[in-house]
């Protein structure tokens, strides 16, 4: 029940953070903070947060308490747990056995990227369509703790006050078991020492990175991605404004943007099956990028003076196992240093798809 309890809570912060007053790049919209709260209910305990840089390195320690009573007995389950992020690793250590895994975060998916291509508006529209689906609603700033005032979320059975990202009280009761967490002193914009941010040196850590990313060759990955190149002549500041530029005037409502192994990349999505893919490679990691694409269905050519490739087809969609109709463009832009790849589905005209990657402003 308490595990149900913490899956709730926690699914309910997740989705507040796709509400419109918050940078959705940042864990907290306070700088650094110290939060300390006290566990009631069939859980009695405490719980302390160490935050910095917006929450981008954290500590949070709980000591705890939960009781069974059965006919015959009762027992009591006591908790400490530390969890530590300090920018590079995710560290989960108990702290009674001085036992605890390590997680690099590139071994899980960043899924703050889903929200960086939104403005306010819609994601306003996308945190209000995940509360809706599971029967909440969001209140803005309509209650104060601690002197502040918070947003209150009610959903399945629970009532979280968030203020600026931190959450300052969480109640939930589910079923017969009622558990409240409440802070009991919050100092914000601090100094926050960087010991805080590491844990114990007698604590003996096992790195598990390989085994969540599903990779045993993670770091092998990891040491030849390092070689990769980023196109020289591309910034990906500016093609993330471009990509969002464009993909507002073309009317698609939702993207994510990445920068990683050696590509830009932007996806744009109107619908469950619109949706326009953009791709930029170094000409060092894609020198023969002119093999790419092969069969019958492709076309090589001049535009502009950039040599090109065409193709329309039929592409294989993993989720559902249906082949959806598309096309790619491929251009060389060799003063960039830089390969962009267009895909659409369902299909666009090779003119549309032209004319997409002439308006991006490189």
Known sequence: MRLLTLIIISLITGVIAAQPSYNYQKRFQVKSGHVEYKLTGQVTGKKSLWFDDFGSKYREEI???????????????????????????????????????????????????????????????????????????????????????????????????????VTLKSYAKIGGTE???????????ISVSASNFQVPATAKIEDVSGDVSGNDGFYDDREEGEDFEFPAGVDFDRFKLESERIRRAKGYVFAMHDASDGQYSSMWTKGDKNSVG???TSLQNNDIWSETLAGKNTESFSKNGFPMLFQSGTFFDEEDDNAVPGSILMVEMKSKDAVVMITATPQKSKEELIDLFNQFKF
């Not at 001085?98 to 403005?119: Q, R, Y």
């Not at 558990?179 to 914009?189: C, G, K, P, R, Y």
Request: proline share 1%; aromatic share 8%; glycine share 10%.
């Open 63 to 165: 000591i705890t308490e939960e009781v069974y009573k059965t006919r015959k007995t009762t027992e009591v389950v006591k908790n400490h747990s530390l969890s530590v992020f300090d920018g590079t690793y995710y560290y989960n250590v108990n702290m009674a056995t001085m036992e605890g895994t390590k997680l690099h975060k590139d071994a899980v998916p960043d899924f703050s990227v889903l929200g960086s291509g939104l403005n306010d508006s819609e994601m306003e529209q996308l945190g209000e369509g995940l509360l809706s689906a599971f029967g909440g609603k969001v209140e803005k700033k309509s209650e104060t703790v601690m002197g502040r005032s918070c947003d209150v979320t009610n959903m399945m059975g629970a009532t979280v006050h968030v203020y600026k990202g």
């Open 179 to 189: 558990n409240l967490e409440e802070a009991v002193s919050f100092d914000e914009n």
């Open 278 to 280: 953009i791709i930029v």
